[in-house]
């Protein structure tokens, strides 16, 4: 079964910072784009980043740019979120996805394809 498990959510202050990782089991992680988003109450998801396989470029949605940093690290299936100055408007249940080709991880930063795996999100809150 294919699974991904995010972890490293939690409270942070205005201008602080998160780590969020995600770690993949049972597919071949090298070939598969991967992506983060998030949604907020009330709101619906969006997304904050991808970064593709291969190239390994990535793409982020405007808000965040100069902020959040996404890697991989395909030797431990992992890809991480490093999420700097933080802001209210961050908090959120953020999500990480995959798929493998063919996959569009758009300038916008969102990951499309036919399908993608969902983690089961992790909380973040961002205190003014």
């Known amino acids: 079964e294919v699974q991904l498990v995010e972890s490293g959510g939690g409270l942070a202050q205005t201008g602080g910072s998160l780590r969020l990782s995600c770690t993949a089991s049972s597919f071949t992680f090298d070939n598969h784009a991967l992506g983060w988003f998030r949604q907020a109450p009330g709101k619906e998801r969006e997304g904050v980043g991808c970064i593709s396989s291969g190239q390994r470029t990535t793409y982020y949605t405007d808000s965040v740019k100069g902020r959040f940093t996404i890697s991989r690290d395909n030797a431990k299936n992992t890809v991480n979120l490093v999420m700097n100055n933080l802001k209210p408007d961050d908090t959120a249940v953020y999500f990480c996805?995959?798929?493998?080709?063919?996959?569009?991880?758009?300038?916008?930063?969102?990951?499309?394809?036919?399908?993608?795996?969902w983690g089961q999100g992790t909380q973040v809150t961002v205190s003014s």
């Open positions: 996805a995959a798929t493998p080709a063919p996959y569009y991880c758009s300038e916008s930063g969102s990951l499309k394809a036919l399908r993608l795996t």
